[in-house]
């Protein structure tokens, strides 16, 4: 019940494309879900986060999308760049102890 | 842009030997927390630690695992028996009021 499923495991989107990612939960309980992005060599850094009583969030090319009633988020790139280029983990929490459930990552190519 | 600094980026020890992993958190942070990344694998919650204490603590931060925050701005995790399979990527991290949390680029644990 505690984990956060995450698909696909990798992905390739042409260069202006739109890169969507998905993540699934169980715990009624998780209030709180970041999408991290982690380059190589790099540790992971928050991109956007949401709570569950919104729908969406945008942040400039980054959209969340969340769907509470399905237990379902993701996370959405808008014209994509060979730069957006990484891994991307969505996680989930509890706010009350930020202790963040990971998904198990996804490794995003933007081809030229 | 403040950041999250751990020394050292790579350590190699032999099997049975302690290591002590160093972060230095953001300044104003005050919570802090300890995460690993097993190759090829998700990112593993290990430990939270707020007003010199431990919060939260997993499955996998047993006995051999402590941590402490030895003066007013280190933060250290310290594996006293070091085994095969604590070889990962150990992430400090740290967020303020907020729960954007920032990680530090990691120290690659290797254990022979």
């Known amino acids: 019940q505690q984990q956060v499923k995450q698909s696909p495991q990798s992905l390739i989107v042409q260069k202006g494309g739109i890169s969507i990612i998905n993540c699934a939960y169980e715990?009624?309980?998780?209030?709180?879900f970041p999408w991290y992005q982690q380059f190589p060599g790099k540790g992971p850094a928050l991109l956007i986060a949401?709570?569950?009583d919104v729908s969406e969030k945008k942040e400039g090319r980054f959209t969340i999308s969340f769907n509470k009633s399905a237990k379902q988020f993701s996370l959405h790139i808008m014209d994509s760049q060979p730069g957006d280029s990484a891994t991307y983990f969505c996680?989930?929490?509890?706010?009350?102890?930020?202790?963040?459930?990971w998904g198990a990552g996804t490794k995003l190519i933007i081809k030229p | 842009e403040p950041e999250v600094t751990q020394t050292p980026s790579h350590q190699v020890t032999q099997m049975g030997q302690e290591v002590i992993l160093r972060c230095v958190p953001i300044s104003n942070h005050l919570y802090f927390y300890w995460y690993r990344q097993i190759l090829g694998q998700k990112v593993e919650f290990l430990v939270s630690f707020y007003n010199n204490e431990i919060s939260e603590k997993s499955e996998i931060f047993d006995d051999q695992f402590s941590v402490e925050r030895p003066d007013g701005s280190n933060f250290t995790l310290k594996i006293r028996s070091t085994k095969l399979e604590d070889s990962a990527m150990y992430f400090c991290a740290s967020h303020g009021a907020d729960e954007k949390l920032f990680f530090g680029s990691g120290t690659q644990l290797s254990v022979l």
């Open positions: 996680a989930a929490s509890i706010r009350s102890n930020y202790q963040l459930i």
């Open positions: 715990n009624t309980a998780f209030d709180y």
């Open positions: 949401i709570r569950p």
